[in-house]
């Protein structure tokens, strides 16, 4: 164990564990960032929907490390995800997820006490894959299983350099790990073409990370409305999530 910030998105001073086998690291107290870019049809979804929308089955250009896994992207800041779609292409109209580990919130409501385990990418060779893949080189079978052994072991994510942004972070994340993330707030902003209108809805607040499971039912609407789906209050992940904040507050 080691008091030590290994990644630039962890907070300062949290014991830091290192796996034996590989450089994996347990640990807790993160902040994490995606942006996309916003579409029509994303009014009308709840944060819910669009936070869980943000695990897919691998496809393009990674598809080659991850094949039939359920993957997230994140960054370690807005900066360097918005950095990350902008190489891509993305136009000025982006919503932005701001997510955090769950087990370190003062009332956790995942139901999930497990800190993070996360692969330093850097430092076992998938750094250098994901840059070859960047870059239009095909892997080898070789370097294909090193990737299916290191899957092997129970990790959350993968932390590797941006190249986007110089001194940015970005984490892959697997279904496992994505579990684990709870969703602290959902910006929408608008590029000055489209009016320049911006909104925030937040899904936990206060620097203990206190969750406001209601807000998970908000969704925008044209020029940055928010509204809320009554009903979903009475879905099973609300329900679940309630039942955990109460638990929690039951064995304090």
């Not at 800041?77 to 891509?88: D, F, G, L, M």
């Not at 136009?91 to 999930?112: E, H, K, V």
């Not at 006490?113 to 080189?137: A, H, P, T």
Request: hydrophobic share 30%; aromatic share 14%; charged share 30%.
């Amino acid at each position: 164990m080691a008091w030590a910030r290994e990644f630039k998105s962890q907070a300062y001073n949290m014991p830091t564990y290192k796996y034996k086998k590989v450089p994996i690291y347990i640990t807790e107290e993160f902040d994490f960032y995606r942006c996309v870019e916003f579409k029509e049809e994303f009014y009308g979804k709840t944060a819910s929907q669009l936070f869980n929308g943000n695990l897919r089955i691998c496809s393009g250009r990674y598809s080659s490390l991850f094949p039939n896994q359920k993957i997230s992207y994140w960054a370690n800041s807005p900066e360097t995800a918005r950095a990350e779609i902008k190489k891509h292409g993305s136009g000025c109209d982006i919503l932005t997820f701001w997510a955090y580990d769950d087990q370190s919130s003062f009332r956790p409501c995942m139901g999930n006490d497990e800190m993070l385990y996360i692969v330093d990418g850097r430092k076992c060779g998938i750094q250098d894959l994901i840059d070859k893949i960047d870059n239009g080189i095909e892997i080898t079978q070789k370097e294909k299983k090193l990737i299916e052994d290191i899957l092997k072991e129970p990790i959350d994510c993968i932390a590797y350099d941006s190249r986007a942004l110089e001194g940015g972070e970005n984490f892959i994340f697997l279904e496992r790990g994505f579990k684990k993330l709870a969703l602290r707030e959902l910006c929408l902003r608008f590029g000055r073409k489209n009016g320049g209108h911006h909104n925030k809805i937040w899904c936990a607040g206060t620097c203990d990370y206190v969750p406001y499971l209601e807000s998970y039912g908000d969704y925008f609407m044209p020029k940055c409305k928010i509204l809320r789906d009554e009903e979903y209050q009475k879905s099973d992940e609300y329900l679940s999530r309630l039942n955990n904040v109460r638990t929690f507050r039951r064995n304090r």
